[in-house]
């Protein structure tokens, strides 16, 4: 039997029931946009990350656009982000009329590397074409980066600090979650990721009560919002009363209910894909170029688990032919796609980024991967 990348309905199976009558519940309640489940996740989603504030919207992408359109991000400005990420984190900035500057990556962990971060803030300033703005961290794989150093950066030079937990909510680094050094966390709801809903959304989580009154109007067309509203009085539904120009980008209500039910079991299925991560790194180590390795500090959630080897295309088809399914992040680099030959590479090139794109592999991974079916994968890597 072919083995799943990622066995969502494994989960669906082992809380079908009460995701059920979850779904029902807010079908029947009829308030199907911002609904009740709505306020209600995004306050269990707040208390789990941490942070004061959690708003849903849309999708992940849209959760990285709307702090930059809040802080009027636009042309002239550089957004500092990894190349060795999926397009939305890049795709953003090019929205506003900003310019994305790429910086290389750690060779162990894939995140976005501090010292090349310094190196290509002080190459933007020397060459005074563009004003440092904002660094957009990615959270690659699951697991943090390093917040510390990047607050530090950030706020030596003035920069606002994005961090991308797309691929990464639910880590944490020294016991506490990337809110606690960004201005912002984003993430995104999207079926594959650890905590995903059954369609598209995303969320931000902040502890800065103003952005998240901006973001909250923004994702409803600007509406009045209550820093709006003081001092000054307004008859009607504040809705009504533009603001700003913004976007429509709510988080569906009957998503919210699943992401209710998935969020009351998430901290068991952390805890699961760790235990499975830490198997695949013992049985494997001695069999492939590199395992995985997870920053000092650090706890990943696992979205992914990559292994290096030096002849990964070869591997890939071998565990095709075994009926292990695999993927390939990212064998294109940001900076190397049409997209984005507009943009910038920071000092120092890109070195790692191109390095690492034409040796990692991702094993499936989910928190119902069985020993058995896991030893299949391990046996058939071990083959090779």
């Not at 984190?89 to 501090?114: C, H, K």
Request: net charge negative.
């Amino acid at each position: 039997m072919s083995i799943a990348f990622i066995d969502l309905q494994a989960q669906r199976r082992r809380i079908g029931q009460r995701m059920t009558d979850a779904i029902m519940a807010a079908v029947e309640g009829g308030a199907w946009v911002m609904g009740p489940q709505v306020r209600e996740f995004e306050q269990k989603l707040a208390d789990f990350g941490r942070a004061r504030h959690a708003l849903g919207c849309a999708n992940g992408t849209d959760a990285l656009a709307l702090p930059l359109r809040a802080w009027g991000i636009g042309p002239g400005d550089a957004v500092f982000c990894p190349s060795f990420t999926f397009a939305a984190t890049a795709e953003v900035a090019p929205w506003f009329g900003a310019t994305n500057v790429f910086v290389d990556i750690l060779p162990d962990t894939y995140n976005i590397d501090p010292d090349k971060l310094e190196a290509a803030i002080a190459a933007v300033k020397a060459e005074g074409r563009l004003k440092p703005r904002v660094v957009i961290a990615v959270d690659l794989f699951g697991q943090p980066a390093d917040y510390p150093r990047l607050r530090e950066i950030c706020d030596r030079h003035g920069l606002k600090l994005i961090a991308d937990s797309a691929q990464g909510f639910g880590c944490t680094l020294n016991g506490a979650h990337p809110v606690k050094w960004a201005d912002i966390t984003t993430t995104s709801f999207f079926p594959a990721k650890p905590l995903g809903c059954y369609g598209d959304g995303g969320a931000v989580l902040t502890d800065d009560d103003d952005l998240a009154q901006m973001i909250d109007s923004c994702r409803v067309h600007g509406k009045a919002v209550a820093r709006d509203l003081e001092g000054r009085t307004f008859d009607h539904d504040p809705k009504y009363l533009n603001m700003r120009v913004g976007v429509n980008s709510r988080l569906d209500t009957i998503q919210a209910a699943v992401l209710i039910e998935k969020l009351a079991v998430f901290a068991d299925e952390i805890e699961a894909r760790n235990r499975i991560a830490a198997r695949y790194n013992e049985l494997l180590a001695p069999h492939v170029a590199a395992v995985p390795q997870v920053i000092d500090g650090g706890v990943s959630v696992w979205a992914q688990y990559v292994i290096e080897h030096e002849a990964r295309d070869r591997l890939a088809a071998h565990l095709r032919e075994k009926g292990v399914p695999t993927a390939v992040y990212y064998p294109i680099p940001l900076h190397q796609q049409p997209a984005f030959k507009g943009d910038h590479v920071g000092a120092g090139g890109l070195p790692v980024t191109e390095a690492k794109a034409d040796v990692v592999l991702a094993l499936p991974m989910h928190a119902d991967l069985d020993e058995a079916t896991q030893d299949r994968i391990i046996d058939a890597v071990r083959s090779f």
